[in-house]
């Protein structure tokens, strides 16, 4: 199982938590309240009427009333939790990324979930069948299984997916080139993510070469560029590149960003799920004497989500100016 898989595993866990939690709390909500309910009208019809009440169930559910009331508190109390633990859960499909202190409200949320559902469970007879009961011991289960499995389940990083460092001669650019592809890009897998303010038809020739050959690695390519560069000459290179691409599996996606996000951004980029790079323009990557090197991955992974979220498509910023 890749990382891309295990994240995907790992969110499904959580949401299925956060979503059986929830209804089984309304379970019992409904339950007790049922309960309490009829406890309350015989007690009103008995104060209204004046009326003996010798019937030993009758008896029982009046004085039962106190401790329905106590169980209804107690499964508003379980409420929150469960919200925090669907939360969570959505979070994580969303995202993808589950940080330790995630992990950790998830854990802690999902354990007093579990022990609020134990102690109603033997504290009051609810009448749910066993069905119902399993599917909130269940979802804690999921929930305390959610947090831990990035720590106990989930691929671990091998010592050999750190960023090393990559050196660039400008005197040898084929040679770069060859360097790059067996250093950089058969390093990374799976969706690859590209930050380049740059991005031109010589930036577009020089990704074409880099992936040529490790197509299968990879499923989906996001470049995030500014877009003053592009052109009729452009146009038709990148949809050439994006054609052959999908024609060998994988999807390539542009974006423009904003001016104000464009101004503000120095730095480029290119990742994977795990591993991160700062790198040279993408036109003159094997020619710029300048060392690749890794940088925080969650870092730069936020970044360019929180940059690609506020962009626009390149066809529809094409679309647009068309008009």
């Known amino acids: 199982m890749d990382v891309n898989e295990s994240k995907r595993l790992n969110a499904v866990l959580a949401v299925a938590a956060g979503f059986g939690a929830l ?60 919200i925090i633990m669907f939360a969570m859960g959505v979070s994580l499909f969303v ?15 999902s354990v007093a979930f579990l ?15 066993v069905i119902d009961d399993y599917i909130a011991y269940a979802s804690a289960v999921l929930g305390i299984a959610a947090a831990l499995y990035p720590y106990v ?10 960023a090393y460092p990559i050196e660039i001669n400008p005197d040898t650019p084929y040679t770069n080139f060859l360097i790059l592809t067996n250093k950089l890009m058969k390093r990374l897998s799976g969706e690859i993510r590209v930050l380049d303010m740059h991005f ?24 995030l560029s500014k ?18 691409l999908k024609n060998k599996g994988v999807e390539l996606e542009l974006r423009l960003l904003s001016d104000d996000d464009a101004l503000a951004q120095h730095e480029r980029l290119i990742m994977d799920n ?15 004497s300048e060392h690749i090197v890794g940088v925080n991955h969650s870092d730069a992974y936020a970044r360019f989500s929180k940059l690609w979220d506020r962009s626009e498509k390149y066809e529809n910023r094409v679309r647009d100016e068309g008009k």
């Open 227 to 244: 877009g003053e560069r592009l052109g009729r000459e452009f146009d038709r290179a990148y949809y050439d590149l994006k054609d052959e």
């Open 95 to 109: 995202s993808r990324q589950f940080t330790k202190r995630d992990s950790a409200v998830m854990g802690l949320s």
């Open 274 to 288: 795990t591993l991160a790079y700062k790198i040279p323009p993408l036109n003159i990557i094997n020619k710029k």
């Open 23 to 82: 209804l089984s709390v309304f379970y019992y909500l409904q339950r007790l309240s049922y309960y309490l309910g009829e406890a309350y009208g015989v007690l009103a019809s008995v104060k209204a009427y004046n009326i003996t009440v010798s019937s030993s169930p009758l008896l029982n559910l009046i004085s039962a009333s106190g401790a329905l009331s106590v169980g209804l508190y107690l499964v508003y109390t379980m409420l929150p939790f469960a």
């Open 115 to 129: 022990f609020l559902t134990a102690v109603t469970e033997f504290s009051f007879n609810l009448g749910i069948s």
């Open 153 to 162: 389940y989930a691929p671990k990083k091998s010592e050999s997916r750190r």
């Open 200 to 223: 031109d038809v010589r930036g577009a020739e020089n990704l074409a070469r880099l992936v040529n050959g490790s197509e299968s690695r990879y499923s989906k390519i996001y470049v």
